[in-house]
């Protein structure tokens, strides 16, 4: 699979352009255990997803997981909608839940701070969160907590920060050897941190726990920590 070429402008980074059509290949390569997230995600799915329940994946991409989820869960009366604010993505999505002739996925074309939540049972942020600003953030984790039943869960996967400079100095070393082991270029490594500059924001754990408190969340868990990725399963 040839690497993919990162356009080198500061902050330019999105999901749209080209990006939408190699995704799948490139995700795996930059997101460390890509797949066995998903994995995670569809085990837990049996605890929250019971008759007439509804889950939203929040920046659904190319709806692979909203497709797994669906395939998993078969035979439940549940639904899934999946939200991202780009087209493309979209387009994807929409192809793939057709060829696997799944009628249970809605797909919504929607920038996530404009979404109104109907009530939920299970809200997931796989590595989308990340990608809002931070004066952002706390509004749509509200709804989010707002949204959900009681007991229900909201699934968030995250980037992370370092505990403090050295840890980050770290951690972001082992994720450039993590990259170049996957077959990115050192070259490609460098543009595509010039291009998130200021669009990928990533918080420290201690961050991520603060604001999912200050939203609502007081059942906070540990479900994945592979270097700076960390998922967390918070259930209200
Ligand atoms: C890293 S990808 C998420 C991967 C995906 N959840 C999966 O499991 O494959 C981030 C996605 O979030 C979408 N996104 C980013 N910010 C968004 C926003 N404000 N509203 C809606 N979608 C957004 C992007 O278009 C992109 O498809």
Redesign the pocket.
């Known amino acids: 699979m040839k690497d993919l070429e990162v356009d080198i402008k500061y902050g330019s980074w999105n ?1 749209g352009g080209k990006i939408p059509k190699s995704f799948e290949d490139h ?1 795996k390569k930059s997101v460390p255990f890509y797949d066995n997230g ?1 994995q995670i995600i569809k085990s837990l799915s049996n605890f929250f997803m019971y008759k007439n329940a509804l889950s939203y ?1 929040l ?4 709806s ?2 909203n497709i797994m989820l669906s395939k998993h869960l078969k035979g439940k009366k549940v639904k899934f909608i999946g ?4 087209k493309k ?1 979209i387009i994807l999505s929409k192809k793939k839940i057709k060829k696997n002739k799944i009628k249970n996925i809605e797909l919504i074309h ?4 404009r979404i109104k939540f109907q009530k939920s049972n299970l809200i997931i942020s ?3 969160l990340q ?2 600003t931070p004066s952002e953030r706390p509004k749509l984790l509200k709804k989010i907590y707002k949204s959900l039943h009681t007991r229900g869960a909201f699934i968030l996967f995250e980037k992370i920060r370092g505990n403090d400079e050295r840890f980050q100095d770290i951690l972001n070393s082992l994720y450039y050897d993590f990259k170049e082991s996957n077959g990115i270029s050192p070259k490609n490594i460098l543009n595509k941190t010039k291009a998130i500059r200021g669009v990928l924001e990533p918080y420290s754990d201690t961050a991520n726990i603060k604001i999912l408190t200050k939203c609502g969340f007081r059942n906070i868990q540990t479900i994945f920590q592979y270097l700076n990725f960390k998922g967390y399963l918070c259930i209200k």
């Open positions: 999901f995700v998903h994946d920046g659904c991409s190319t692979n997981l939200i991202d604010e780009e993505m929607s920038d996530l701070t796989y590595y989308t990608f809002l």
